[in-house]
């Protein structure tokens, strides 16, 4: 039986009897596939339209949208506005000046059925590759691979989201469900506050029932992401007495700030590191006499000598956690260690704004079900559970806990991100199209009968 756990909403009921029905549906036809009138029509439509998809690809890579890029970012999202306009969506764009970023394309669809499904399709514009990064345009490798800065990671998936909703539209199958689609333009370099930042992501999920993400997630077919890891960043500063080397270990001295910092990081390493599904990982380290970082570019400077006892070091990682219970027993337990300083050290250790877990629950494992049918019924393979440890943080994680239910990993399959060797796969381009338009078809045509 499925539960949901606040029945006092409406749009919730919807969905329980909606997923519920549909495994039952689906469940009669699990050894065949299928596919309705509708279905086979929006196979053609897609297939159809498959040049325009990759040509709207290729403009988009093209156009550099480095996070720190604002001009970048927001002439990708006016490609995206006109696209999603096209459609007969209201677009429009949301000004990200109050947290030092470009800011997100929202569009919505709304469908005059007072009970239609709504549903939360995430993107983003940005990418990781900077205004003069030498890693610039689109290249097609062969008939079935593409390299170009963001081309998976995630032009590739905000082209499946406008793609799906482009066949559904032409054939006339929007009119039952409600669609918003969110285009963030800082999921690769997140503005501050998260609060403002990740504000038009969590209204959408409070209106949706549904969360849709098209990050490309493990860069596996045959898995989709039903949970995601939390993320947070820390910084760990420690202090020590300086004086020349003889004088190390003395009980007037001390062990200074490196001896500190490493006897620290052990203490994490040794307590934490077989907890399951938990990482924890300094990225960063600066130790002397005098430390300077510039986090804003992510460098550090520092002076020292070998003779001198090391004063001051500071250093910057980050914790990945399957839940907040589990993030918050891992901070308590290394705040604990930070705590029990070597003699005549300090350390003070600093946890940031972060990205909340996506948790993986039962009603995200029937979505994925669902999704799953489709792939079947279409002839493709089954898709099951990623691992989460097989993919970063990503912004459908601020909708996760707002939504009924929640699935990521949709987009462009490929290898390689945030690096000058990501290739796209496009043999899963049409594949992850057709798939996207089945589901929502099916989600809004189930929610509509249980009416």
């Given at each position: 039986?499925?539960r949901i756990i606040d029945l006092s909403l409406p749009s919730l009921l919807v969905v329980a009897t909606l997923i519920l029905s549909s495994n039952l549906s689906y469940a009669k036809n699990s050894s065949v596939n299928k596919l309705d009138l509708h279905e086979e029509r929006i196979v053609q439509q897609v297939n159809a339209s498959l040049p325009l998809a990759l040509q709207e690809?290729?403009?988009?890579?093209?156009?550099?949208?480095?996070?720190?890029?604002?001009?970048?970012?927001?002439?990708?999202?006016?490609?995206?506005?006109?696209?999603?306009?096209?459609?007969?969506?209201?677009?429009?764009?949301?000004?990200?000046?109050?947290?030092?970023?470009?800011?997100?394309?929202?569009?919505?669809?709304?469908?005059?059925?007072?009970?239609?499904?709504?549903?939360?399709?995430?993107?983003?514009?940005?990418?990781?590759?900077?205004?003069?990064?030498?890693?610039?345009?689109?290249?097609?490798?062969?008939?079935?691979?593409?390299?170009?800065?963001?081309?998976?990671?995630?032009?590739?998936?905000?082209?499946?989201?406008?793609?799906?909703?482009?066949?559904?539209?032409?054939?006339?199958?929007?009119?039952?469900?409600?669609?918003?689609?969110?285009?963030?333009?800082?999921?690769?370099?997140?503005?501050?506050?998260?609060?403002?930042?990740?504000?038009?992501?969590?209204?959408?999920?409070?209106?949706?029932?549904?969360?849709?993400?098209?990050?490309?997630?493990?860069?596996?077919?045959?898995?989709?992401?039903?949970?995601?890891?939390?993320?947070?960043?820390?910084?760990?500063?420690?202090?020590?007495?300086?004086?020349?080397?003889?004088?190390?270990?003395?009980?007037?001295?001390?062990?200074?700030?490196?001896?500190?910092?490493?006897?620290?990081?052990?203490?994490?390493?040794?307590?934490?590191?077989?907890?399951?599904?938990?990482?924890?990982?300094?990225?960063?380290?600066?130790?002397?006499?005098?430390?300077?970082?510039?986090?804003?570019?992510?460098?550090?400077?520092?002076?020292?000598?070998?003779?001198?006892?090391?004063?001051?070091?500071?250093?910057?990682?980050?914790?990945?956690?399957?839940?907040?219970?589990?993030?918050?027993?891992?901070?308590?337990?290394?705040?604990?260690?930070?705590?029990?300083?070597?003699?005549?050290?300090?350390?003070?250790?600093?946890?940031?704004?972060?990205?909340?877990?996506?948790?993986?629950?039962?009603?995200?494992?029937?979505?994925?079900?669902?999704?799953?049918?489709?792939?079947?019924?279409?002839?493709?393979?089954?898709?099951?559970?990623?691992?989460?440890?097989?993919?970063?943080?990503?912004?459908?994680?601020?909708?996760?806990?707002?939504?009924?239910?929640?699935?990521?990993?949709?987009?462009?399959?490929?290898?390689?991100?945030?690096?000058?060797?990501?290739?796209?796969?496009?043999?899963?381009?049409?594949?992850?199209?057709?798939?996207?338009?089945?589901?929502?078809?099916?989600?809004?045509?189930?929610?509509?009968?249980?009416?």
């Open positions: 039986m499925l690809i290729e403009q988009a890579v093209n156009i550099n949208s480095g996070s720190m890029n604002l001009a970048g970012v927001k002439r990708v999202g006016q490609l995206a506005e006109q696209q999603l306009s096209a459609l007969g969506f209201d677009v429009q764009w949301l000004d990200g000046s109050a947290f030092n970023r470009a800011g997100h394309i929202v569009a919505t669809h709304k469908s005059q059925q007072p009970n239609a499904i709504k549903i939360l399709m995430i993107g983003h514009l940005d990418t990781v590759f900077a205004q003069h990064d030498d890693f610039q345009r689109f290249k097609r490798i062969s008939q079935t691979e593409a390299s170009g800065p963001g081309v998976a990671d995630m032009k590739g998936g905000n082209t499946i989201i406008i793609s799906a909703l482009r066949a559904l539209k032409t054939l006339k199958l929007l009119d039952n469900v409600s669609i918003q689609v969110i285009l963030t333009g800082d999921e690769e370099s997140s503005g501050r506050p998260l609060s403002l930042s990740k504000k038009a992501i969590v209204d959408g999920a409070i209106w949706a029932d549904i969360a849709l993400g098209f990050e490309n997630g493990d860069n596996n077919i045959a898995t989709a992401m039903a949970a995601r890891r939390g993320y947070v960043g820390w910084t760990l500063n420690v202090s020590g007495k300086a004086a020349h080397s003889s004088q190390i270990f003395s009980p007037q001295v001390g062990y200074g700030a490196i001896y500190e910092s490493a006897r620290i990081l052990e203490a994490f390493r040794r307590q934490l590191a077989d907890e399951k599904g938990l990482t924890f990982n300094p990225g960063l380290i600066v130790g002397g006499t005098k430390v300077d970082i510039d986090g804003a570019k992510s460098m550090g400077t520092t002076f020292g000598k070998s003779n001198v006892i090391a004063q001051q070091v500071t250093v910057k990682g980050d914790l990945r956690a399957l839940s907040s219970t589990q993030a918050l027993r891992a901070q308590k337990i290394m705040q604990a260690v930070v705590a029990d300083n070597l003699n005549q050290t300090t350390a003070e250790l600093v946890f940031a704004e972060g990205y909340p877990p996506m948790a993986l629950t039962s009603n995200n494992k029937r979505l994925l079900s669902l999704y799953s049918q489709v792939s079947q019924d279409l002839g493709y393979n089954v898709v099951g559970i990623a691992n989460p440890r097989n993919a970063g943080a990503a912004d459908i994680s601020f909708a996760a806990n707002h939504v009924a239910m929640s699935l990521d990993g949709l987009g462009l399959m490929g290898s390689g991100a945030h690096t000058k060797n990501e290739v796209a796969d496009l043999t899963s381009l049409h594949k992850n199209i057709e798939k996207t338009a089945i589901l929502i078809y099916r989600l809004a045509d189930n929610a509509i009968a249980v009416h």
